[in-house]
């Protein structure tokens, strides 16, 4: 059974940082679309950053320069570095992977899309950043 945690939210101050962490298990896939998402209250989701097994990664305009997203095979761990945090990147953030599909060339919101609509999801993680 594939499970997602995440970990690593918290509460910063404008300008802070914080480095989320979502280990996965109960997976043998080799081929997989990784993400993180978040959603404000009243907002709807949207992608972050995502990373695929061939390591490429993307980010989403609004935290590029900002965010990076990373992955740790050896510990099957997910990361998100997020420095430079505004307040409106508060949100619940969540991890997400789609198994079994080669994603390089997914582009733009298709390749989130494609990963919400099929996708294992953790449980998520609160960062709330005051100004």
């Known amino acids: 059974q594939v499970q997602l945690v995440e970990s690593g939210g918290g509460s910063v101050q404008s300008g802070g940082s914080l480095r989320l962490s979502c280990s996965a298990s109960?997976?043998?896939?080799?081929?997989?679309?990784m993400g993180w998402f978040r959603q404000a209250p009243g907002k709807e989701r949207e992608g972050v950053a995502g990373?695929?097994?061939?390591?490429?990664?993307r980010h989403a305009d609004s935290v590029k320069g900002r965010f990076t997203i990373s992955q740790d095979n050896a510990k099957n761990t997910l990361y998100l570095q997020m420095n430079s945090l505004k307040p409106e990147d508060t949100a619940m953030y969540y991890c997400a992977v789609l198994f079994g599909e080669r994603c390089t060339y997914y582009t733009g919101d298709y390749y989130y899309r494609r990963i919400a609509d099929v996708g294992y999801w953790g449980q998520g993680t609160q960062v709330t950043v005051s100004s």
């Open positions: 109960g997976y043998t896939y080799s081929s997989y679309c």
């Open positions: 990373i695929d097994s061939d390591g490429n990664t």
